[in-house]
């Protein structure tokens, strides 16, 4: 059995005037250890998927499972990590990270420990009592990250998390955290429209097609990119031809609309 199951989703967004289907007949299955990435044009219904797998979206129809029950009794298991950080300016980064394990109640001195011992790894040991503002951008996503793994979910959704940061910090930050997701074992399904950061990342690519979306072809990540770092694998002489083919598909996508 897979990891996560995603069953026949089909989902409608009704309103008062109109009815705008987003997803039709999406399945897909993740394994556990595996990093996807779903890429697709704008409105294609990303977020609306990474929504419903997280279980904030009842979808119209169709089931999520994770470790073969419904998503929706497993919904403190998922960890997410967005475009913006969303870390709360008037408390401290120390009190930011140990939010999720308060709020749920698993705040221990060993859990703590394990927490600041992460900022650490990641190269943040030193702000552990500044405020969010006095960061950078690259260091807020980092904060974000260690506080997204302090409550070790099993699932990790990244909707664009690097997608307001400057080339160069994106490009570490991509290594950072995947290595990060390597040492630890975990599962994580990224939405982008960056096509180099979706093969250099990931093990699997789904490329949406819109209106509604559908699953329209998923590519497999040659080995030696699998095991590449992601800045290895934008290097590797098998990176461009991947690029290229998936630049094609994403291309015909936007001709159809036209
Ligand atoms: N709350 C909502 N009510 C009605 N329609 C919605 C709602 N949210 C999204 N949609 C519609 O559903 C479709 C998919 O939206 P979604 O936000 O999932 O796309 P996306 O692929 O994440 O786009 P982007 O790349 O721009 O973030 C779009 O047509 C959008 O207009
Ligand atoms: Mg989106």
């Known amino acids: 059995m897979s990891f996560l199951q995603v069953q026949n989703i089909h989902h409608t967004y009704f309103t008062k ?8 007949d999406i399945s897909l299955t993740v394994e556990e250890g595996e990093f996807v990435s779903l890429l697709g044009p704008s409105g294609c219904g990303k977020t609306t998927l990474l929504s419903i797998i997280s279980s ?5 129809e169709g089931t999520v499972l ?8 497993a919904k403190n298991q998922i960890g997410y990590m967005l ?21 749920s109640r698993q705040l221990t001195p060993k859990t ?3 927490t600041l011992n992460l900022l650490n790894q990641i190269g943040l040991s030193e702000v552990e009592k500044q405020l969010p503002r006095q960061l950078s951008g690259g260091m807020r996503q980092r904060v974000a990250l260690v506080r997204t793994l302090a409550t070790e979910p099993k699932l990790l959704m990244l909707d664009e998390p690097f997608s307001a940061l400057d080339y160069q910090t994106k490009l570490k930050l991509e290594d950072l955290v995947s290595k990060i997701l390597t040492d630890f074992g975990k ?3 990224l939405v982008t429209h960056d096509i ?17 979306g559908r699953i329209y072809k ?20 098998l990176f461009q031809s991947i690029f290229q083919t998936i630049w094609k598909e994403l291309e015909s996508l936007e001709s159809e609309k036209e």
């Open 17 to 24: 005037a109109s009815a705008t289907t987003a997803l039709s």
């Open 56 to 60: 904030l979206l009842k979808p119209t």
């Open 66 to 73: 994770l470790e073969n029950k419904p998503v929706t009794t």
């Open 83 to 103: 475009q913006q950080d969303y870390l709360f300016p008037w408390k401290t980064i120390e009190e930011n990270i140990l939010i999720g394990l308060k709020l």
């Open 112 to 114: 703590k420990a394990a």
């Open 187 to 189: 599962t994580a399904i």
């Open 196 to 212: 180099g950061e979706a093969i250099a990342m990931s093990d699997r690519v789904f490329l949406l097609s819109p209106s509604p």
């Open 218 to 237: 998923t590519f497999t990540m040659p080995e030696e990119l699998r095991k590449a770092s992601p800045f290895e694998a934008r290097n590797h002489e």
